[in-house]
């Protein structure tokens, strides 16, 4: 805002409106990130202004897009329609591909939001044309996820599970390109900060070799000040009698108890560097035992990676369709396992350092899991399992979406990887109350598959007892899964646990709190989110 201001200032200097025009703009964005929509608007408003009177044709429609976008934020709808038809028809006589498809795309949004859902049906479709056309994936991915919904709600199901397959395939492809430069960022810095507790550690040590030297030298000078004067009292002893004797031993026994303390304070600092360097140690023994198991079950399906991709392009001209389409499942299914290797890598890191957005809001949980069920529903589907959801309607918990929604997924994957063809398993809420009187959500997933061994149990939710298992179908897992969930149900103040035995299924049971924790009834207030 600073620089925009000294920005300003030049241009009105110059008398160069484009410039000025500009700048308003520039200052509406702040405004409209830091959701102070009254001042974004004045400022947009500035800028449109300045581009009528320059016939800005292209800053005009790009002015009309931002105005309504304050509308949309506002819920104002019939404004922000208003505005976005307004820019839309500028853009089209302009020749503005993106802007024309951005138009178009969140003109389907609000009449989506409007439940008006033929005309929302009919500009995504519009969108998502246009972005196929110019190549703009985040439009493609925005569009898609606009027009599965309004399809739905047309009864077009086969649309809208294209469409739905379409966003799910741009969302992941958009987000594993996050990921992997976030992966490539967390193995530079678990390298450096390694290096650097090593310094630190060499540092202490030499800290307090030092001071306890100092300290020794000190004890020494004083010792010797205190023997000095020790042999100057005892001449003067000879001489002024028994009471300048008793003033000697008074000061002696002064000076022992210091040198004491000094001893005790030595030996507490000792104790807390041992204690530091104890802990510095179990850190490290954590996170090298960590990426022994990333390493490990990274190594294999990169090794059938390669391996299968090498046999198919050697032999593909030999091979015939079956025997190719073999491989390539080969292929597939190494992918599959590196990628939930590395999705649950990466919110485990970020678990771990804080960097993890932690945002609860109170939830329909039944919207949630119906979802998760229909993401998971062909997995099931292939062992022939029934997925049962015993989940009231209208049932609310206060918790982040994403951070749930990992949990109960990672429990359900596990549930269908350990449970045989023609089995069952059912997710089940309940309300609870802890020690402290708070209201708590119990969920809870049941399959009727193999079980888990004591032996098995004792090491879960373990960090350095990580473990890796094949299911009924040889299906791969991370290791990680139940990790991250322990993580995430710890940070809502939630508990996880589980109950098994070998031949008669598994149980996993965790807690979500229904509104925030130690809240104020009568004041909390609760965005509560929409889920359409």
């Known amino acids: 805002m600073e620089y925009l201001q000294k920005a300003l200032k030049i241009n009105e200097r110059l008398s160069d409106k484009s410039g000025i025009s500009q700048c308003f703009n520039n200052v509406g964005v702040i405004y409209e990130y830091q959701a102070d929509y009254p001042k974004a608007l004045e400022y947009y408003r500035k800028s449109l202004k300045i581009k009528v009177g320059l016939g800005d044709k292209s800053g005009i429609s790009k002015s009309y897009s931002n105005i309504g976008n304050i509308y949309k934020s506002q819920d104002d709808y019939p404004k922000a329609l208003e505005h976005f038809k307004k820019a839309l028809k500028i853009s089209i006589e302009t020749g503005n591909k993106s802007i024309e498809t951005g138009c178009y795309k969140e003109l389907g949004s609000l009449y989506l939001k409007q439940k008006k859902t033929k005309e929302a049906y009919y500009y995504s479709k519009k969108a998502y044309i246009m972005a196929e056309e110019i190549g703009v994936a985040k439009f493609l991915k925005e569009s898609s996820e606009i027009l599965a ?19 799910k395939t741009m969302n992941d492809s958009l987000y594993n390109e996050e990921k992997v430069k976030k992966i490539t960022s967390l193995e530079y810095q678990y390298k450096y900060e390694k290096e650097k507790q090593a310094i630190e550690l060499e540092q202490q040590k030499k800290d307090a070799v030092r001071t306890e030297e100092e300290k020794r030298q000190k004890t020494v000078r004083n010792s010797f000040i205190v023997g000095f004067i020790l042999m100057a009292l005892l001449v003067l002893v000879v001489f002024r009698g028994f009471l300048h004797k008793r003033k000697a031993n008074r000061i002696l026994s002064a000076q022992k108890e210091e040198i004491e303390k000094q001893n005790i304070e030595i030996q507490n600092q000792a104790e807390e560097l041992k204690t530091k360097n104890k802990k510095l140690n179990e850190l490290n023994a954590t996170k090298d035992k960590f990426f022994s198991i990333i390493a490990h079950d990274l190594k294999s399906p990169f090794s059938a990676l390669l391996g299968f991709s090498n046999l198919l392009l050697k032999n593909y001209q030999k091979y015939d369709e079956t025997k190719r389409k073999k491989y390539l499942k080969f292929i597939n ?9 590395l999705e649950n890598l990466l919110s485990w890191s970020h678990s ?108 879960l939710f373990k960090i350095t007892e990580a473990i890796s298992t094949k299911g009924t179908e040889n299906e791969a897992g991370t290791g990680l899964g139940l990790i991250l969930c322990k993580e995430f149900v710890e940070k809502h103040s939630g508990k996880i646990w589980m109950k098994s035995e070998p031949g008669k299924g598994s149980s996993f049971y965790f807690t979500i709190p229904n509104k925030p924790i130690n809240s104020d009834n009568n004041k909390e207030k609760i965005t509560e989110k929409q889920d359409k």
Request: aromatic share 8%.
């Open 352 to 459: 771990q350092t804080g960097l993890i957005d932690f945002s609860p809001v109170k939830i329909n949980i039944k919207i949630l899991i119906d979802e998760i069920i229909l993401l998971l529903t062909e997995i099931a589907g292939k062992k022939n399992i029934k997925l049962l959801a015993n989940i009231e309607n209208g049932l609310f918990v206060y918790a982040d979406k994403n951070m749930i929604e990992t949990v109960i997924r990672n429990l359900v994957s596990n549930a269908l990887k350990f449970t045989p063809k023609n089995g069952e398993i059912s997710i089940n809420t309940r309300f609870v109350t802890d020690e402290n009187e708070q209201n708590f959500t119990q969920i809870s997933v049941e399959d009727s598959g193999v079980g888990i061994s004591p032996e098995i149990q004792s090491k």
């Open 333 to 341: 299914d190494s992918l599959i396992k590196a990628y939930r290797l």
């Open 149 to 167: 919904k309004s399809s739905e709600a047309l009864g077009l199901y086969k649309e809208a599970y294209k469409y739905h397959v379409v966003f």
